[in-house]
């Protein structure tokens, strides 16, 4: 009969465990990095060394050993780095990341009965004692290595030199066997041979995930395919390829493109968010689904599927990849609606809801059900939309309102897809509370946007991005900085004119290595629906916009300045790297980025008032740099190309936002 009140193995509550569990004594704890103590994956990229580390002790005095064991997922070998004592019973350890991959890891360590001996003995030829019999046990160590080479593939020729070193412990006068003990090769063949049998491992494993490099470092530009004809009339997906062009031109790695997909006419929105739209009004694209299909359906007025793929292909010959809005809503005139009536919510009349935000109301738009009787048909066709558009090389996605759908479904959707494609890549668009926020993070998203736009005084701006840029949040959040998009015009915008487009453009190509502006930014787009809205007047989302990109005064060339400069220095390809250094004057941040070798220093100064010119003294960290006081270094500032001799652990900058709101330093001895 089994005892009713059992542990994990069986064993009856109050048994003692196995003899051989007895002598896995090791502890190991706080295991870093870790999210949520291994509950989540931790975020890098492929080409990172992830340092691990963890306190591991015992009882007593014995020589401990440590190893990292890891493998990619699905692998059935375990690779292994050794881990090295740091201080404090702390270790650390590296695993390398070679592949775009999910890797698992946990912690393997023991007391080293051979390392434990020779450092007894030491203590005791340092005092003089007799050590014939300390000599004899070490004896009995290394034979028993020798045996176990002998057991070994090729351990032959070791396993005969170790007998030759045991005979010496055991047979060879005090003198020579104590040398032997000593003897560097003598140690290099028991740590070979080391016995491992009774080593105390981690008691879980823990993931990382290594997206590609370009989950970590991107510049996007967003969209709209349908207002890229000439004249005014509706683009197509080869019209599309100009906007490419200019896109490639500008420097930008990712074109956003908002839902491609046919449009409802059922309540279809007007200008200006009309309830009710006219006959030539083009309605919402987030608003998906008619009679020429859904989710993996084009807008015939775009074109076709083929040509869908013409402007994929296009995109990749100008170094650009497409990133396509994933937007997990239906119009009423969906496929969906008619073939999945009970993927939706419905009124008690039996009716289908349509999407709410009160006071704002969607008519044109109903939201799915994620909490119905059976959602696995409704999950599984999220997939198969996802992987549909990974069939024709879409890679990236920008997920639109992540945060009304169920953590539990993103963490299951993400990591179904990237098992088969883990160069996906999943942009969370949701600007919610910070909470959720960061569990979609955690959950699989690859990049998170951020409150970026709503932070704009020098305290705020600090103390956000000094939280979102380190651990914990670091390890698995990736800020992707938008100063607008086609639903925000912050009001910094509306008020402070080209130099607040100039200040926060800046701020965003360098306080993260992804960033992103949407179509319209460069022309200084600013006039909001109404006093107080951050809606846009005469909003994209609701008509086709024609505008004129050589418009004077237009941003193209900062744009252009900047993003050669993100690809030129690599410590701008970098988020983790930010510091922020002391100014004297409120309306001046300083900060700087760093590769880790400090072979490239970028510091950047950004006057945060649109209106005024601001002067400040700035630190500069010498003492990091190995500078002296008296070391003279350039500062090049790489906007204007002027140059500057500076001196010491200060400097000066002097900002005027009408001429130049932001400068831009490389350093160099």
Same mark, same amino acid.
């Given at each position: 009969?089994?005892?009713?009140?059992?542990?994990?193995?069986?064993?009856?509550?109050?048994?003692?465990?196995?003899?051989?569990?007895?002598?896995?004594?090791?502890?190991?704890?706080?295991?870093?990095?870790?999210?949520?103590?291994?509950?989540?994956?931790?975020?890098?990229?492929?080409?990172?060394?992830?340092?691990?580390?963890?306190?591991?002790?015992?009882?007593?005095?014995?020589?401990?050993?440590?190893?990292?064991?890891?493998?990619?997922?699905?692998?059935?070998?375990?690779?292994?780095?050794?881990?090295?004592?740091? +201080?404090?019973?702390?270790? #650390?350890?590296? !695993?390398?990341?070679?592949?775009?991959?999910?890797?698992?890891?946990?912690?393997?360590?023991?007391?080293?009965?051979?390392?434990?001996?020779?450092? +007894?003995?030491?203590?005791?030829?340092?005092?003089?004692?007799?050590?014939?019999?300390?000599?004899?046990?070490?004896?009995?160590?290394?034979?028993? &290595?020798?045996?176990?080479?002998?057991?070994?593939?090729?351990?032959?020729?070791?396993?005969?030199?170790?007998?030759?070193?045991?005979?010496?412990?055991?047979?060879?006068?005090? $003198? +020579? &066997?104590?040398?032997?003990?000593?003897?560097?090769?003598?140690?290099?063949?028991?740590?070979?041979?080391?016995?491992?049998?009774?080593?105390?491992?981690?008691?879980?494993?823990?993931?990382?995930?290594?997206?590609?490099?370009?989950?970590?470092?991107?510049?996007?530009?967003?969209?709209?395919?349908?207002?890229?004809?000439?004249?005014?009339?509706?683009?197509?997906?080869?019209?599309?390829?100009?906007?490419?062009?200019?896109?490639?031109?500008?420097?930008?790695?990712?074109?956003?493109?908002?839902?491609?997909?046919?449009?409802?006419?059922?309540?279809?929105?007007?200008?200006?968010?009309?309830?009710?739209?006219?006959?030539?009004?083009?309605?919402?694209?987030?608003?998906?689904?008619?009679?020429?299909?859904?989710?993996?359906?084009?807008?015939?007025?775009?074109?076709?599927?083929?040509?869908?793929?013409? =402007?994929?292909?296009?995109?990749?010959?100008?170094?650009?990849?497409?990133?396509?809005?994933?937007?997990?809503?239906?119009?009423?005139?969906?496929?969906?609606?008619?073939?999945?009536?009970?993927?939706?919510?419905?009124?008690?009349?039996?009716?289908?809801?349509?999407?709410?935000?009160?006071?704002?109301?969607?008519?044109? !738009?109903?939201?799915?059900?994620?909490?119905?009787?059976?959602?696995?048909?409704?999950?599984?066709?999220?997939?198969?939309?996802? @992987?549909?558009?990974?069939?024709?090389?879409?890679?990236?996605?920008?997920?639109?309102?992540?945060?009304?759908?169920?953590?539990?479904?993103?963490?299951?959707?993400?990591?179904? !897809?990237?098992?088969?494609?883990? $160069?996906?890549?999943?942009?969370?668009?949701?600007?919610?509370?910070?909470?959720?926020?960061?569990?979609?993070?955690?959950?699989?998203?690859?990049?998170?946007?951020?409150?970026?736009?709503?932070?704009?005084?020098?305290? @705020?701006?600090?103390?956000?991005?000094?939280?979102?840029?380190?651990?914990?949040?670091?390890?698995?959040?990736?800020?992707? =900085?938008?100063?607008?998009?086609?639903?925000?015009?912050?009001?910094?915008?509306?008020?402070?004119?080209?130099? #607040?487009?100039?200040?926060?453009?800046?701020?965003?190509?360098?306080?993260?290595?992804?960033?992103?502006?949407?179509?319209?930014?460069?022309?200084?787009? %600013?006039?909001?629906?109404?006093?107080?809205?951050?809606?846009?007047?005469?909003?994209?989302?609701?008509?086709?916009?024609?505008? +004129?990109?050589?418009?004077?005064?237009?941003?193209?060339?900062?744009?252009?300045?900047?993003?050669?400069?993100?690809?030129?220095?690599?410590?701008?390809?970098?988020?983790? %790297?930010?510091?922020?250094?002391?100014?004297?004057?409120?309306?001046? =941040?300083?900060?700087?980025?760093?590769?880790?070798?400090?072979?490239?220093?970028?510091?950047?100064?950004?006057?945060?008032?649109?209106?005024?010119?601001?002067?400040?003294?700035?630190?500069?960290?010498?003492?990091?740099?190995?500078?002296?006081?008296?070391?003279?270094?350039?500062?090049?500032?790489?906007?204007?190309?002027?140059?500057?001799?500076?001196?010491?652990?200060?400097?000066?900058?002097?900002?005027?936002?009408?001429?130049?709101?932001?400068?831009?330093?490389?350093?160099?001895?």
């Amino acid at each position: 009969m089994t005892p009713k009140n059992t542990r994990r193995t069986g064993r009856a509550v109050g048994a003692p465990p196995a003899a051989a569990e007895m002598r896995r004594t090791v502890v190991i704890e706080n295991v870093a990095p870790t999210v949520d103590g291994g509950r989540y994956p931790v975020k890098r990229e492929r080409g990172a060394t992830v340092e691990v580390s963890a306190d591991i002790f015992k009882e007593g005095h014995d020589v401990l050993v440590a190893f990292v064991r890891y493998r990619e997922d699905g692998a059935r070998e375990w690779r292994e780095s050794p881990m090295r004592f740091v +201080d404090n019973d702390r270790w #650390a350890g590296r !695993v390398p990341l070679d592949g775009n991959a999910r890797y698992e890891f946990t912690i393997e360590a023991l007391a080293d009965p051979f390392r434990s001996w020779r450092v +007894d003995l030491d203590k005791r030829v340092a005092a003089g004692q007799d050590v014939t019999s300390e000599l004899r046990e070490g004896a009995a160590l290394v034979e028993d &290595a020798a045996a176990r080479a002998s057991r070994g593939r090729g351990g032959h020729d070791d396993a005969a030199r170790l007998r030759g070193f045991a005979v010496r412990l055991r047979d060879g006068d005090g $003198e +020579d &066997a104590v040398s032997a003990a000593a003897d560097d090769a003598l140690g290099t063949l028991m740590d070979a041979y080391l016995d491992r049998g009774e080593a105390t491992w981690c008691d879980r494993t823990f993931e990382i995930v290594a997206d590609r490099v370009r989950a970590r470092f991107a510049a996007w530009y967003e969209f709209f395919p349908r207002s890229t004809g000439e004249g005014g009339r509706h683009g197509t997906f080869k019209d599309a390829e100009r906007q490419l062009e200019r896109a490639a031109a500008m420097g930008f790695d990712v074109v956003y493109l908002p839902p491609i997909h046919p449009i409802g006419r059922a309540f279809r929105k007007g200008r200006n968010n009309a309830l009710t739209g006219g006959p030539d009004d083009p309605g919402s694209p987030w608003a998906i689904g008619g009679p020429e299909g859904g989710h993996t359906a084009v807008h015939p007025d775009l074109g076709t599927l083929e040509d869908f793929d013409r =402007l994929v292909a296009r995109a990749g010959e100008l170094g650009l990849e497409v990133a396509l809005d994933f937007a997990i809503q239906a119009s009423p005139d969906h496929p969906w609606v008619r073939e999945h009536p009970e993927w939706f919510f419905h009124r008690p009349d039996g009716t289908i809801k349509y999407a709410e935000n009160p006071p704002k109301k969607y008519q044109d !738009v109903y939201p799915l059900n994620f909490q119905g009787d059976d959602p696995t048909p409704l999950w599984e066709e999220m997939r198969r939309t996802v @992987e549909f558009w990974i069939g024709h090389g879409v890679k990236t996605f920008r997920v639109d309102n992540p945060h009304t759908k169920p953590v539990k479904f993103w963490e299951w959707l993400i990591r179904a !897809v990237q098992a088969r494609h883990p $160069e996906a890549v999943f942009l969370a668009e949701a600007f919610t509370r910070p909470k959720m926020m960061k569990v979609l993070a955690k959950s699989g998203f690859t990049q998170s946007y951020t409150y970026f736009t709503w932070r704009n005084d020098k305290r @705020e701006l600090r103390e956000y991005f000094e939280e979102i840029t380190r651990p914990p949040v670091a390890d698995y959040f990736r800020g992707n =900085l938008w100063p607008n998009t086609p639903d925000i015009l912050h009001e910094t915008l509306q008020r402070g004119g080209p130099p #607040a487009f100039r200040m926060r453009l800046v701020l965003a190509a360098t306080l993260s290595s992804l960033y992103g502006i949407y179509s319209g930014y460069e022309l200084g787009e %600013n006039t909001p629906f109404a006093e107080g809205s951050e809606e846009y007047l005469s909003s994209e989302k609701y008509e086709i916009k024609a505008r +004129d990109w050589d418009a004077p005064g237009n941003l193209t060339a900062l744009i252009t300045r900047l993003n050669r400069i993100r690809r030129e220095h690599g410590a701008l390809q970098l988020s983790t %790297n930010l510091r922020f250094y002391e100014s004297d004057e409120a309306n001046v =941040l300083w900060y700087g980025k760093m590769t880790p070798e400090r072979d490239d220093v970028i510091l950047v100064a950004v006057n945060l008032d649109p209106f005024a010119r601001h002067a400040s003294m700035v630190e500069v960290p010498i003492q990091e740099l190995g500078f002296s006081a008296e070391t003279p270094y350039r500062m090049r500032e790489l906007l204007s190309g002027a140059t500057y001799e500076w001196r010491g652990p200060g400097g000066y900058v002097d900002l005027d936002p009408a001429v130049a709101p932001a400068q831009i330093f490389w350093l160099t001895p």
